[in-house]
């Protein structure tokens, strides 16, 4: 019976807790919130970084937010604060900023350099959590120059949100016994794409052409079989010098990249050219001499066509992931 008897109490009680907590939500702040990005440039990818230049505004009633004090940007290495002005002649006060940030982020080189990166961006107000402030985003007009905010990409999207950013800690605060925080947070995500022929060939015409003169041992009379090895071994070399100087530039990754699959494709058909040639080379000392001419003439066909392929391939892959 006293079973019976608690149960109606403890739904009581209940639903007395989420009407507290739709209350308090209903009367924290709202903080309208725009932005407007004039710069994105020294993107980084060895150092996982890159540098964007915004106007940030803000639009809230609560004076005690003090947003040139309490602005927060997580994901940020440095923030500097160019301009900033409050206007509070209305019954609101309006807040415009001008800021860089250093950004860190982590970089999706699967396809590079054909790469689609998502760079992000948060706000958030150190001192006041989500029971006191709320973003809400401002999406009026643009919020980029398209012809001037980046340089060497394409900017596929610019979007605003807000969410809430929930920290498992309590601060060293005793009287929260729960330990998380919640604060809310103004989301940026910015989806860029870079125009990558020019790179790609600054990158890869090396390994092209060392490719090419290693092929060109197909080419090369049976009496000069030192310099057909030597002509092989050489570009497996140039390769990897090429695979190395391009690694330099990138951020360590787990994944076989594109670049990892062009410059292993690569090596592995000089090696078969260098099978080939010592198949020759033996056929010769046999005295079969026409017969390795004609190995030669098929071989080196199949071989450059297989090779084109591929890459053609694993290019289109790269390009419509």
């Given amino acids: 019976?006293?079973?019976?008897?608690?149960?109606?109490?403890?739904?009581?009680?209940?639903?007395?807790?989420?009407?507290?907590?739709?209350?308090?939500?209903?009367?924290?702040?709202?903080?309208?919130?725009?932005?407007?990005?004039?710069?994105?440039?020294?993107?980084?990818?060895?150092?996982?970084?890159?540098?964007?230049?915004?106007?940030?505004?803000?639009?809230?009633?609560?004076?005690?937010?003090?947003?040139?004090?309490?602005?927060?940007?997580?994901?940020?290495?440095?923030?500097?604060?160019?301009?900033?002005?409050?206007?509070?002649?209305?019954?609101?006060?309006?807040?415009?900023?001008?800021?860089?940030?250093?950004?860190?982020?982590?970089?999706?080189?699967?396809?590079?350099?054909?790469?689609?990166?998502?760079?992000?961006?948060?706000?958030?107000?150190?001192?006041?959590?989500?029971?006191?402030?709320?973003?809400?985003?401002?999406?009026?007009g643009k919020q980029f120059d398209p012809r001037f905010a980046l340089r060497g990409w394409n900017i596929d999207s610019l979007k605003t949100s807000s969410g809430i950013k929930i920290y498992e800690t309590a601060f060293g605060d005793p009287a929260i016994k729960i330990p998380q925080t919640q604060y809310s947070s103004y989301k940026v995500k910015i989806g860029i794409s870079r125009d990558a022929i020019g790179l790609f060939w600054k990158m890869f015409l090396g390994m092209y052409v060392a490719f090419l003169i290693a092929y060109m041992c197909f080419y090369i009379h049976a009496d000069s079989i030192d310099s057909r090895f030597g002509l092989s071994v050489g570009a497996l070399f140039a390769v990897i010098g090429n695979k190395y100087i391009i690694d330099g530039s990138l951020p360590e990754s787990t994944t076989f990249t594109l670049v990892d699959t062009l410059h292993g494709l690569t090596l592995s058909f000089i090696l078969i050219i260098i099978i080939s040639t010592a198949y020759s080379l033996k056929m010769i000392k046999r005295e079969k001499v026409e017969k390795a001419a004609r190995f030669d003439r098929v071989f080196a066909f199949v071989l450059l066509a297989v090779y084109i392929v591929l890459n053609l391939f694993f290019i289109m892959e790269a390009l419509h992931p």
């Fill in 1 to 140: 019976m006293k079973k019976k008897l608690f149960l109606p109490v403890i739904v009581l009680i209940q639903m007395l807790l989420l009407t507290d907590r739709s209350a308090a939500q209903n009367h924290a702040d709202t903080v309208k919130t725009g932005i407007y990005v004039t710069s994105i440039h020294d993107i980084n990818f060895k150092d996982k970084e890159y540098t964007v230049n915004f106007w940030l505004w803000l639009k809230y009633k609560n004076k005690d937010f003090n947003f040139v004090e309490n602005l927060e940007i997580p994901q940020a290495k440095t923030v500097d604060k160019s301009f900033s002005t409050i206007d509070t002649s209305g019954n609101e006060v309006y807040l415009l900023m001008k800021l860089q940030c250093v950004m860190k982020d982590s970089w999706a080189i699967d396809n590079f350099p054909f790469d689609h990166q998502t760079l992000r961006l948060s706000l958030e107000n150190s001192q006041f959590d989500s029971k006191s402030l709320i973003f809400v985003p401002d999406t009026m």
